[in-house]
T-cell receptor, first 109, second 116 residues
């Protein structure tokens, strides 16, 4: 599975959009990009995943570049409850899930 | 759908005793489950992959005789920490691959183990 690189931390003002980048320059054609988040002392929570096309659900939007070497998770209107560590993972569905260090997002009132 | 229930949510045990953690898939069958460990301020580390009806596959550096994994049914996997020591104190999390929907992988809420 491709290695991913994320900034260690980010801040975002409450109510504003949070844009979390992820670099996965070695991603292969069949590897999906998954995003999960972990709120302190809880299990990871699924956010969204995609292969090529941009995806949107009730939680977030996922923008994948045309060359698939990077992606951005967008939380359109961040709230204090969105403060968490966000993990971007690239893998072949069915493989083991290896977590990187993620991005610690702090939403500021 | 795709709920994984983990029990207990926290446990305190004495050094030298064994502790069993259960991971159940409530509304789907999980042929494969994963066990993770997380130390404070660190990321989740995959410990082992649990396959229903067969032996678990352990990651390099994880002692299989210390962390016993049993996956006897399609809805239950257990992790037993044998002869626990204070350094085994950690947050243990299970996960299962969900084939029926778009989520892919679903995680339990975790078990906080404290060995005193």
């Amino acid at each position: 599975d491709a290695k991913t690189t994320q900034p260690p931390s980010m801040d975002c003002a409450e109510g504003r959009a949070a844009n979390l980048p992820c670099n996965h320059s070695t991603i292969s054609g069949n590897e999906y990009v998954y995003w999960y988040r972990q709120i302190h002392s809880q299990g990871p929570q699924y956010i969204i995943h995609g292969l090529k096309n941009n995806e949107t659900n009730e939680m977030a939007s996922l923008i994948i570049t045309e060359d698939r070497k990077s992606s951005t998770l967008i939380l359109p209107h961040a709230t204090l409850r969105d403060t968490a560590v966000y993990y971007c993972i690239a893998l072949l569905t069915g493989n083991q899930f290896y977590f990187g260090t993620g991005t610690s997002l702090t939403v500021i009132p | 759908g795709a709920v994984v229930s983990q029990h207990p949510s926290w446990v305190i045990c004495k050094s030298g005793t064994s502790v069993k953690i259960e991971c159940r898939s409530l509304d789907f069958q999980a042929t494969t489950m994963f066990w993770y460990r997380q130390f404070p301020k660190q990321s989740l580390m995959l410990m082992a992959t649990s396959n229903e009806g067969s032996k678990a596959t352990y990651e390099q550096g994880v002692e299989k005789d210390k962390f016993l994994i049993n996956h006897a049914s399609l809805t239950l996997s257990t992790l037993t920490v044998t002869s626990a020591h204070p350094e085994d104190s950690s947050f243990y999390i299970c996960s299962a691959r969900y084939f029926g929907g778009s989520r892919g992988y679903t995680f339990g809420s975790g078990t906080r183990l404290t060995v005193v």
